[in-house]
């Protein structure tokens, strides 16, 4: 019953920005921690970032912090990732995730629900 529908992956250049968006159903969407991973061929799954519900406490991996940031239309129970400065190293397979709970966690363990992925390719 609980669904999250990725979008926005696609192909830019380096130094180029966009926006993926995550909307979820079939949960209450306040109690949600909302995170987002990223998996490179080669590489461990990785959080990129997360959130809670009122975006108090929020969390970034070292190498995305100053450009990547995560936001919620808690409205249209929404989460994105909007990625600025995009470095061909920020290539991989993006996923939104989601756990009901308080404290924002960065392990994939933690973690219940999984969308689709997609696809952000980033070219020199």
């Known amino acids: 019953q609980v669904q999250l529908v990725e979008s926005g992956g696609g192909l830019v250049q380096t130094g180029g920005s966009l926006r993926l968006s995550c909307a979820a159903s079939g949960l209450t969407f306040r109690s949600a921690i909302m995170g987002w991973f990223r998996q490179a061929p080669g590489k461990e799954r990785e959080c990129v970032a997360a959130s809670d519900w009122g975006a108090r406490s929020t969390y970034y991996t070292d190498s995305v912090k100053g450009r990547f940031t995560i936001s919620r239309d808690n409205a249209k129970n929404t989460v994105y990732l909007q990625m600025n400065s995009l470095k061909p190293e920020d290539t991989a397979v993006y996923y939104c995730?989601?756990?009901?709970?308080?404290?924002?966690?960065?392990?994939?363990?933690?973690?219940?629900?999984w969308g689709q992925g997609t696809q952000v390719t980033v070219s020199a």
């Open positions: 995730a989601t756990y009901r709970g308080i404290l924002v966690r960065a392990t994939p363990g933690s973690y219940d629900y």
